[in-house]
């Protein structure tokens, strides 16, 4: 255990307390834990290359985090009426997509690296700016955040949707490539 893994697991430790924040109207604690934990993601990488400290435990913790903070958070603004339900399918079912697909690798390949793709990131990171300003725009009223916030779901779909389609054909790939492999003579 290290700092950048202590980090990513108070990351995981606060997407409970957003998630009851936000069902009873504290969103200005919710706001602030969300802002905690979306200000530990850069931290935890910057901190496990800067000090040589990346750890198994890290790579498997890190996504395993940020996915669980994700969609507890859009569960719970979708539960609380601040974004769409068809946004918050959309954010669990890439995920769901993403395990499902890393689930097959495990069982039908040797493949155990599973690398974050730039759409992934991407998706991420507008998932979280999403979600801090829907928050924010509940936190601290404000005719120009709440334009802003109004087009938010809509890039947060695209880039998500965009995201599980890339990573779908990225493990297509994968899978078949590593079938066709091991089906090979040497």
Not at 38 to 66: E, M, N, Q
Request: hydrophobic fraction near 55%; proline fraction near 5%.
């Amino acid at each position: 255990m290290n700092l950048p893994n202590l980090l990513t697991l108070a990351r995981l430790l606060m997407a409970p307390w957003v998630a009851v924040c936000l069902l009873n109207h504290a969103y200005r604690q919710a706001l602030l834990l969300l802002a905690v934990a979306v200000a530990t993601v850069p931290l935890y990488g910057w901190l496990a290359r800067r000090f040589g400290c990346s750890t198994r435990l890290g790579a498997y913790l890190d996504p395993i985090s940020d996915k669980t903070l994700l969609v507890t958070v859009y569960v719970a603004l979708g539960s609380a009426g601040m974004v769409p339900w068809w946004l918050v399918l959309i954010v669990m079912g890439r995920d769901v997509l993403i395990l499902a697909m890393a689930g097959a690798a495990l069982l039908l390949t040797k493949h155990r690296q599973f690398e974050p793709s730039v759409w992934g990131k991407l998706s991420t990171l507008v998932q979280m700016v999403t979600g801090v300003a829907v928050i924010g725009s509940r936190a601290f009223p404000s005719p120009a955040l709440s334009y802003w916030v109004a087009f938010l779901p809509a890039i947060t779909a695209v880039t998500t949707s965009w995201s599980g389609i890339h990573y779908a054909w990225r493990g297509i790939r994968t899978l078949c490539g590593r079938i066709d492999d091991a089906r090979r003579p040497e």
